[in-house]
């Protein structure tokens, strides 16, 4: 149980596209969901937090109207990379924590995005 | 000082050994303290959690939690060459995880 999955595992995008990014709980309904970016030989930096049916929260310094983050449903969340650049080029990860659970959360198996 | 402080390592062991990863946090308000293993190119992997001071034993795994001094460790008996990843630190103070940098384990068989 707790699966969480993440579509696309990887893509390469020209400059200036947009890319969307889907993860989803696969067993289990997650009222929270959480974006991570991590770069080469870094640990992992949160980037937003999202909450079924509300605006998601984000860190200082992420850009909101850059990274787009919808959480629609109890099993998706999703991030769009809009106008991607080089310096987005990163590994993507998301995590969700079950409905009424508050220590547990289960990490996607992220995406890798390459921006040329 | 950073919230989450790990040396990045990398720590050598042989196989058979006691790895010997720790891991000091900033935040006295936190509760919530877990343990990632992290292969390369893959996600996190929760190896252990712990809430209140002591130990907590899962299998090779021991967890130990120092509130007061701030300070959680993680023990890895008959370390073994699949060992060898990064492991995260994660602490939660409220409702989000803080990672450390992470602690590179080398296994050597």
């Known amino acids: 149980g707790a699966v969480v999955s993440q579509h696309p595992s990887r893509v390469i995008c020209k400059s200036g596209t947009s890319v969307k990014i889907e993860c989803r709980s696969l067993d289990f309904q997650a009222t929270t969901m959480f974006w991570y970016r991590q770069f080469p030989k870094k640990s992992l930096m949160l980037m937003a937090t999202?909450?079924?049916?509300?605006?998601?929260?984000?860190e200082q310094g992420v850009e909101k109207d850059k990274f787009l983050i919808n959480h629609a449903s109890l099993t998706l969340s999703t991030l769009t990379v809009t106008s991607a650049h080089p310096e987005d080029s990163s590994f993507y990860i998301c995590s969700a924590r079950p409905r009424g659970q508050y220590n547990e959360q289960f990490f996607g198996p992220g995406t890798r995005l390459t921006v040329l | 000082q950073k919230e989450v402080e790990q040396n990045s390592g990398p720590l050598s062991v042989p196989e058979g050994a006691i790895a010997s990863l720790n891991c000091t946090y900033s935040?006295?308000?936190?509760?919530?303290f877990f343990w990632y293993r992290q292969y390369s190119g893959k996600s996190p992997e929760l190896i252990m959690s712990?809430?209140?001071?002591g130990d907590k034993e899962d299998g090779r795994f021991t967890a130990q939690l120092n509130k007061a001094s701030q300070y959680v460790s993680l023990l890895i008996r008959d370390s073994q060459p699949s060992d060898s990843a990064t492991y995260l630190c994660a602490v939660r103070p409220f409702q989000k995880l803080v990672f450390g940098t992470g602690t590179r384990l080398l296994v050597s068989p």
């Open positions: 712990i809430y209140s001071n």
């Open positions: 935040d006295r308000v936190s509760q919530s």
């Open positions: 999202s909450n079924e049916g509300s605006k998601a929260t984000y």
